[in-house]
């Protein structure tokens, strides 16, 4: 099991390699806000737990395990804002917040969450009862 900071790398080489088709040393530590040695170091840990295959000179690529992780990190990142958003918590603070709680939940509540999304897309007029419930709430 990869460990929290271990997943934020996953996912951002993921998404990185999914929108540029690459995923550099320098452009993964821009995206985490870390310094590039500390990526390199955890490029070469998770070369060694088989997610990636990186070479100093050539760059880095994901292995199929490593791929099918990140589609699964990158996943549950878009459905945790989702369900923020669906729940009328201000966009201000999504990102952020999903960031927090990421790491922390179970497999089983994620998919009882997107349960939920699902619930509420399908239903549009509990959203609004929901909308309605929270005005009344912040009277
Ligand atoms: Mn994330």
Redesign the pocket.
Known sequence: MPTPSME?YI?QIYLLIETKGYARVSDIAEALQVHPSSVTKMVQKLDKDEYLNYEKYRGLILTSKGKKIGKRLVYR?ELLEQFLEIIGVNKENIYED??GI?HHLSWNSIDRIGDLVQYFEENPSRMEELKVLQLNNEQ
Do not use: F, G, P
């Open positions: 934020d996912e990142h999903v960031e990421e």
